[in-house]
């Protein structure tokens, strides 16, 4: 779900999406960007000027389940968020010098799991119980993050499921396991209700 304010074009997915893959080290602290940490990767990693390139054989998947959801129709706006991703992210991951790996690790990660975790769109859930859900499906506790609606007031949305991997050697990310955090953004407490946007 896009982050609340945003003024959204193109059709929403009706469907579980990807934000990112997004590197954390042994205490759950992001990876720095490259920019940022050059020193992350010991050979320099492909520029994000000549990912999209790579991403050719994948690019169906990523429009269906990589979408800026900004505008989730535009070509360009696709492309730039992955780009924005890469940078962000892939950069300083194990796939540095891999962008089609990055991603399509990625992408099948997403795959592995039942899209809709039993969960009716327009319906109310405590962040427990969508936990529990999510849990059973997956085989491991989510991070939930949910939003502030700035069209329903006082409404938590959930805006985010977050799950996380244990490090393994390249390539891919490992076997999923629970994450440190229970909810974040908004949420205070497993008792909040929270909306589960159409």
Request: hydrophobic share 25%.
């Amino acid at each position: 779900m896009p982050r609340p304010g945003l003024n959204c074009q193109g059709s929403i997915p009706a469907l579980f999406t990807i934000h990112g893959l997004w590197p954390q080290d042994a205490n759950d602290r992001p990876i720095p960007p490259y920019q940022k940490n050059a020193s992350c990767n010991t050979n320099p990693p492909t520029p994000s000027s000549q990912i999209i390139t790579y991403l050719q054989p994948i690019e169906v998947d990523l429009e269906r389940l990589w979408p800026n959801l900004k505008n989730s129709s535009s070509k360009q706006q696709n492309q730039a968020f992955w780009r924005y991703e890469w940078e962000q992210h892939g950069m300083c991951s194990d796939y540095g010098q891999n962008p089609l790996g990055y991603f399509n690790s990625t992408l099948q990660l997403r795959k592995s799991f039942h899209p809709e975790f039993q969960l009716t769109p327009g319906t109310k859930y405590t962040v427990q119980r969508v936990s529990n859900e999510i849990r059973r499906q997956v085989g491991a506790k989510p991070e939930i993050a949910c939003s502030t609606s700035r069209v329903l007031r006082n409404t938590l949305l959930l805006w985010e499921v977050r799950l996380c991997y244990n490090k393994q050697t390249y390539p891919g990310p490992g076997s999923i396991q629970d994450c440190p955090k229970d909810f974040s953004g908004d949420c205070r407490n497993w008792s909040d209700n929270i909306l589960f946007p159409k």
